[in-house]
């Protein structure tokens, strides 16, 4: 079955490039020029994925995102920012969009991470090796993509979910920035770490109870981090 992608920017010409590439690879696309009405289309048409220009008239990107996920829909979303909105791509981050691509950029990078995304989402690999995993208070289910602390479900974001899973199956050891960097963002020239410190503090406000004195997330100064799970 196709995968529906829906793309939302205010330059038309952006999006027929855009639909057209994605298309090409086998894509269903939906468009919209502005922020309106994007969360009828998303009830609408279900799309798998969102990719979503930060600027936009009537309604921007971020209250767009924060609206998606304050309803509970977990649809990846992939922003369209510029070079200088570094603030604005942080918090996009931290309003629950999965990854971004900043202007002027390679339709291809797109391409490639829309495919990514859905395959690490969408299409889990069926391993029946693939059980369930626990550590300490923790409990991976690779196969639905969730992760439970405390025997609750955790609501993460696919980048929240990659991350705490990396964490936990390699808990006790320390993990460079780079390393993490480089092994959830393909593309790392554009990330930073600033980005990678988001999450991680995403992930501290859900499972430590003092998020400024974390019990389990420990930072590693100079290094990077590590997970410690009894």
Not at 75 to 85: F, K
Not at 122 to 149: N, Q, T, W
Request: charged share 35%.
């Amino acid at each position: 079955m196709k995968r529906k992608i829906l793309v939302v920017d205010d330059e038309e010409s952006l999006v027929r490039l855009i639909t057209y590439n994605l298309n090409k690879e086998g894509f269903n696309t939906v468009h919209a020029y502005d922020g309106a009405g994007v969360t009828e289309i998303i009830e609408r048409e279900k799309p798998d994925l969102l990719i979503l220009d930060l600027m936009l008239p009537e309604k921007g990107g971020l209250e767009i995102c924060q609206e998606i996920r304050s309803s509970g829909n977990r649809i990846p979303i992939i922003m369209l920012t510029a070079r200088d909105e570094e603030l604005d791509r942080v918090l996009g981050l931290e309003l629950g969009a999965d990854d971004y691509v900043t202007k002027p950029f390679s339709v291809r990078e797109l391409v490639a991470r829309v495919k990514a995304v859905l395959r690490r989402n969408l299409e889990p690999e069926e391993d029946p090796k693939k059980a369930v995993f626990r550590a300490g208070p923790f409990m991976v289910k690779p196969e639905s993509y969730e992760i439970y602390f405390d025997d609750k479900l955790l609501d993460l974001t696919l980048k929240e979910y990659e991350l705490l899973d990396i964490l936990i199956r390699n808990r006790g050891r320390v993990l460079k920035r780079d390393y993490l960097l480089e092994l959830l963002w393909e593309y790392s020239e554009s990330v930073n770490t600033r980005v990678l410190d988001v999450h991680i503090s995403k992930l501290r406000d859900k499972i430590e109870k003092d998020s400024k004195n974390p019990r389990y997330i420990k930072t590693i100064r100079g290094l990077g981090y590590k997970l410690e799970a009894d």
